[in-house]
């Protein structure tokens, strides 16, 4: 049995000695094989005609214009004091303008005088923030756009359309757009009140309206709206006054004085309105104070 085993591991081992042999060679053997052999890329191609041509021998390509090679035209729109006035600029007095929008529609509309009588009314009604504050300012836009359209009306006529086109210049289209604004103001305005803003100025005695300085014309147009708001919130508080102090002496009365009473007389202060169609009347009274020349 032994026998057999060691003539069968015999030739094992000596093709295993063989193989130790001869793999370093094999080894070293390929790595001089790349070595020798020269690279494809190093051989010259066998037709000259065939070879690409290197960057450095193909013709220079012409470059392409630069979008910013050609200078803007410089842009004027306008003139101040004799000097062009650039578009940037035209720009920036625009949006500064819009931003005195408001302004304008508070102190040169009759905004002012509809918005207080109605929150005042709101107040009176004892209704918290019913109706809200959107609808109290939507009811007040839409009641001056109606009172107001006569003079803008007037005012694009007579100045805005003729600047547009171009039949009119701007310092004579700002006046004659503004008479009308003028106009509807001084209808408004309280006599002492312009005295007393023309006094704070230094600019009065005045001969004609047109006399007066925009400046003193607002100014004693918004205090002339105040006191006229306040003037028709006091004629309408004085119902629902009455009406809180009966329901304040009827609880009193009974003895239930610890229940507030403008939560009782709430709902007939409500009810009262409703029957005598108190929003078309508030709002026609408001319409009708107006004095529009």
Do not use: H
């Not at 600029?89 to 949006?95: A, D, G, I, N, S």
């Not at 504050?133 to 009641?143: H, K, S, V, Y």
């Not at 547009?164 to 305005?189: H, N, T, Y």
């Not at 006054?241 to 009966?246: A, E, K, M, T």
């Amino acid at each position: 049995m032994s026998r057999w085993l060691y003539s069968l591991m015999a030739p094992l081992l000596a093709l295993t000695l063989l193989v130790a042999l001869a793999w370093p060679g094999a080894a070293g053997a390929q790595a001089q094989g790349p070595a020798a052999t020269p690279p494809a890329a190093a051989a010259t191609p066998a037709n000259p005609a065939t070879a690409l041509p290197s960057p450095a021998n193909a013709p220079a390509a012409a470059p392409a214009p630069s979008p910013l090679s050609t200078p803007l035209p410089a842009v004027t729109v306008g003139r101040v004091g004799g000097e062009p006035v650039s578009m940037p600029m035209q720009v920036l007095l625009l949006m500064t303008s819009i931003t005195l929008l408001p302004a304008a529609l508070l102190g040169l509309t009759a905004f002012t005088r509809i918005i207080i009588v109605l929150g005042l009314l709101r107040q009176a009604l004892g209704t918290g923030q019913t109706p809200s504050n959107q609808i109290l300012l939507a009811l007040a836009l839409f009641l001056t756009f109606m009172i107001m359209t006569p003079v803008f009306e007037q005012s694009w006529t007579t100045g805005i359309a003729p600047y547009l086109d171009k039949q009119m210049d701007f310092k004579a289209a700002w006046a004659a757009a503004s008479e009308p604004f003028r106009g509807f103001m001084l209808a408004q305005v309280r006599e002492k009140d312009l005295m007393t803003f023309a006094g704070l100025s230094n600019s009065g005695p005045f001969a004609t309206p047109q006399d007066v300085p925009f400046s003193v014309l607002a100014a004693s147009f918004l205090t002339s709206e105040l006191k006229t708001a306040f003037e028709i919130a006091f004629l309408i508080y004085i119902p629902f006054v009455i009406i809180d102090l009966v329901v304040a002496s009827v609880l009193m009365s009974m003895g239930m004085m610890m229940m507030s009473p403008m939560l009782v007389s709430a709902p007939f202060k409500i009810l009262l309105f409703v029957l005598v169609d108190g929003w078309v009347l508030v709002v026609g009274s408001l319409a009708a104070s107006f004095n529009m020349g």
